[in-house]
């Protein structure tokens, strides 16, 4: 699933080609991905005739700002938003079940075979300085956007007694992390995905912090991970470089790159977490 630098780097993508275009239609015709309406002709019914003057990013959500209407887009498992600046040249792919129309002939496109993300019209802006949609006002602080910063942050982690990486990716707690970059940040840090968030030092949570921004932020710059499906890519269809730096996620059985013992993986929730066990404690 595209995390917080896969989302910024679709984010960034399109604010520079959308952003002022005026929306002329609105198809949506992926009812599974209009869900939370139970007529999609609201969509476009709220958005065709607006410019879109913003967008923006809380996590792993997009926001599409249009004169006081926004369209909040999750991109789930598999989903994609493609660019056409020539619609009429370039077919649209399969599973493009949302797509946004402009005046000048092209086309934002939201593509997604398994159909686990959405789009949908958010009712309202919170009333706080964050002026988040309500539909978004239960996430926690954005690490890129709402600048924590290392002191909130290390108390916020040693006031929790669950374990660091399912509170690293608890939503609630931090909007944008999730199974790829909880695992190369504990790495980075030297910590295990099982150890109790309350039992790590202060200089621990503070490195944790940094180690954080730090390889989010580079990710970003490399456009994101795509992974072995290559499922996700960027406005432009490409697909991300970060995955080239990844240290343990999907690397089990390989050396570490510090210690050169194997990489192991551990089944959690659900999921699969990778770890080095010599080097993380």
Known sequence: MPELPEAETVRRGLEAETKGRLISEVQATGLRSVRRHSDPVVIGQALVGRRLDAVGRVGKFLTLEADGATAVVHLGMSGQLLWAPDAAAVPRPKHSHVVFVFDDGSELRFVDPRTFGQVFLSSGAEASARARP???????????????????????????????????????????????????????????????????????????????????????????????????????????????????????????????????????GGRSTFFCAHCQE
């Open 134 to 268: 309500l539909e978004l006002a239960h996430l926690g602080p954005d690490p890129l956007e709402d600048r924590l910063g290392a002191g909130a942050f290390a108390a916020a982690l040693r006031a929790r007694r669950t374990m660091l990486k399912p509170l690293l990716m608890d939503q609630r707690f931090l909007a944008g992390m999730g199974n790829i970059y909880s695992d190369e940040v504990l790495f980075a840090t030297g910590l295990r995905f099982d150890r109790s968030a309350a039992s790590i030092s202060e200089a621990e949570a503070r490195g944790l912090y940094s180690e954080m921004l730090r390889i989010l932020r580079l990710s970003v710059r490399m456009g994101g991970s795509s992974l072995s499906d290559m499922q996700y890519r960027d406005v432009y269809g490409r697909p991300g470089r970060y995955q080239t730096r990844h240290r343990v996620f999907a690397r089990e059985g390989l050396p570490c790159a510090s210690c050169g013992r194997p990489i192991q993986r551990r089944a959690w």
